[in-house]
Every structure is written in structure tokens, then in C-alpha cells.
């Protein structure tokens, strides 16, 4: 009984944001093994930490997430599991770079013969080992925290000006609430710039002025957070669902409802709505899931 009246509840919480397209559901969807390859690509390619990098590996390309993709496909969990402990911890580098070493042995990424490159940072290992030991303390979510505080300042004070004063509640979580609260206010304020990286992209904006106000909340207290978990939680489990469930029968109707939701968000508003941290793999899938979906409905 409780869990089909839960399924109505979510059915109606999907059909009333899909009919109010006139603002956008901002979601972040991380897949995290494709996450680790991005921070390997990032970080243990980084000229300072690698003697066989030059500057140009850090300026904005396509490559980057080509190269991401290509450590997502050919990287074993055992190596991702090594160097998710060390992005973590800072922890371990010796034996995930060993790993690393043995899994790109003689694999070549367009002209780039990666083992060559991961080589290249071993020197180094102490350098880069203590500045992941010094953000261990760090919130793990406070890049998906920054990136929510861009896209809310680009709708609501770039894209659709409307003299907003927007709001921010986030679930309580003490141990990281002062992080929270030094980012929100080095962000917030007056207009000093915007940074465009990508064309198809939204700038980086420094200065965000909607947002004038950043709480936390106990979701036991605070039925906006707690319809928000009831989402969220079908969002992660739907999602998972497309990387291994390619019949669109197979989907129950919520998680129908999820998947034409999100993107039916993304297609009206890209990269505003839709923080994706996901492989291409992923991204097909989710994409050609939602789409069956919607047709049988």
C-alpha cells in the first residue's frame, strides 16, 4: 500500500515539473566511474605534476572528455576503484599508478601513447599525493555546489533577467556546512566577469547576483528538501537502471515518468539544466531510453 502511494506521489511530482517548463528542474547526474577518468585525465596529465606534458594539455578541448571516454572503456575497476581512493584520500598513488601503467600498456589514444604520459608524473607522486591529502577534508560535492551556483545565476540574471532573489536550501550536513557557506559568499555579489570556455557551454560567471541568500536545513523538517530526496532517489536509481536495461518494457511507469522528465529538461535547456558528468556510453543510452519510453507512453 505505502509503496504504490509513494509511486502516485512521484507520478504527480513528475507530471506537474514537466507542465511548469517556464523554469528549469537543475539536476547534476555524476556517473562516478566515468568521474574517475576525468579527474586521471585532469590531474596525472597536469604539466605540473607531469614532465611530458606541455601548458597546452590544459587548455579547453574536445580531447579532454575524448581521452576520459577512451580511460573509461579500457581502465579496470580494480584501477578505477585505486585511483578513486587516492582522488579521495590522497592515499595510495604508488599502487594505482602501477595499475594505471598496466592497464594502458601499448594503448594508444589518437596519437598520444598514454603510458608514455602516466609515466611522466611518477617523479612527482609526493607533490600530488599532499595536495589530494590537503583536500581530503574537503566537501566531495563542492564542484556540483559551484556548478549549481552558475547555472541558477545564468537563468536568472543572464538568460531570462528578472530581478530574482533566489534562495539556496541544501540538505544539512555540518561537517562541511563552513565550506559551503565560504563558497556561497566568494561567489556571490556583484558582476566581475564571465569566462567562456566551450561554445556550446555556459560561461563561468564570477559575481552571482540572484542569489542572495544560502541555508542549510534538516530534511526531516523541510518538506521542500524531503520532496527533493523523494526525486532524487528515483532519479539515481532510474539512471543506473539505462546502463544495464536496454528494453524500454522493462521500465516501470515511474521510472517512465523519470526519463522523459530529465529529458524533456535537457532538451529544452541543455547544460542550464543539466549538469552531466557521464560517459558517452551513458549519455546513448539514457538518451534512447527516454525517447523509447516516451513512445510507449
Known amino acids: 500500500m505505502f509503496r504504490r502511494k509513494r509511486e502516485d ?40 605534476y607531469n614532465v611530458h606534458c606541455d601548458l597546452t594539455w590544459t587548455h579547453p578541448s574536445d580531447k579532454h572528455r575524448g581521452r576520459a571516454n577512451f580511460l573509461y572503456e579500457n581502465l579496470t575497476d580494480e584501477t578505477l576503484l585505486a585511483c578513486g581512493e587516492f582522488f579521495r584520500s590522497g592515499d595510495n598513488l604508488d599502487n594505482a599508478t602501477e595499475l594505471l601503467k598496466a592497464d594502458l600498456a601499448d594503448k594508444r ?6 603510458s608514455y604520459y602516466i609515466s611522466g608524473f611518477q617523479k ?11 583536500r581530503s577534508n574537503n566537501a566531495p560535492n563542492i564542484i556540483a555546489f559551484i556548478s549549481l551556483i552558475n547555472r541558477l545565476e545564468y537563468f536568472f540574471n543572464e538568460l531570462h533577467p528578472r530581478n530574482a532573489q533566489v534562495n539556496l536550501i541544501c540538505d544539512n550536513s555540518r561537517q ?3 565550506i559551503f557557506d565560504d563558497w ?27 542569489l542572495k541568500r544560502f541555508e542549510m536545513q534538516d530534511s526531516k523538517k523541510c518538506n521542500l528538501l524531503q520532496c527533493a530526496d523523494f526525486y532524487a532517489s528515483s532519479f539515481n536509481k532510474t539512471l543506473s537502471k539505462t546502463l544495464v536495461e536496454k528494453n524500454p518494457t522493462n521500465y516501470t511507469i515511474v521510472e517512465r515518468k523519470v526519463l522523459v522528465t530529465l529529458f524533456g529538461f535537457w532538451r529544452e535547456y541543455g547544460t542550464i539544466s543539466c549538469d552531466m558528468i557521464c560517459s558517452d556510453l551513458f549519455v546513448g543510452n539514457f538518451v534512447r531510453m527516454a525517447v523509447e519510453t516516451n513512445k510507449g507512453d
Open 124 to 134: 612527482n607522486l609526493p607533490a600530488l599525493e599532499s595536495i589530494y591529502k590537503d
Open 184 to 210: 556561497f559568499q566568494l561567489q556571490c555579489g556583484p558582476r566581475r566577469g564571465l569566462m567562456h570556455l566551450y561554445p556550446d557551454k555556459i560561461p563561468l560567471i564570477a559575481g552571482c547576483e540572484s
Open 9 to 48: 506521489v512521484l507520478i504527480a511530482i513528475f507530471d506537474l515539473i514537466s507542465s511548469k517548463l517556464s523554469i528549469p528542474l537543475f539536476y547534476t547526474i555524476v556517473e562516478k566511474r566515468f568521474q574517475i577518468a576525468a579527474l586521471i585525465d585532469s590531474d596525472f596529465f597536469d604539466p605540473e
Open 109 to 114: 589514444f589518437k596519437d598520444e601513447d598514454l
Open 176 to 178: 562541511y556546512k563552513k
